[in-house]
């Protein structure tokens, strides 16, 4: 998956595509067993933005359906997020 990942970088366009980092004061602070489910997190998410990248890559015009499915995914994104935050507050 690395191989096919590493096909699809992030338009320069859009620079919000992509799977946020914790900042490391943050990062040295949680507890292993934190880290480790973030990093599953991320891991799936980084999985979701490449796909997404991948299908509008190239693409002229979207039908509805397409533009509704992205829309889906791009929440989907955003809901991972928010559950990473949620998380890794104490």
């Not at 796909?51 to 889906?72: F, P, R, W, Y």
Request: proline residues 6%; contains cysteine; charged residues 30%.
């Amino acid at each position: 998956m690395t191989e096919l990942c590493d096909k699809y970088d992030t338009p320069r366009n859009v620079r919000n595509l992509l799977v946020p980092k914790v900042n490391p004061p943050i990062w040295d602070s949680l507890r292993s067993h934190n880290r480790n489910n973030d990093l599953k997190l991320q891991r799936v998410e980084k999985l979701v933005v490449k796909g997404l990248t991948a299908m509008v890559k190239n693409v002229e015009k979207l039908s509805e359906d397409q533009e509704n499915g992205l829309a889906c995914l791009s929440s989907a994104v955003y809901e991972m997020n928010m559950l990473r935050r949620e998380f890794i507050k104490p």
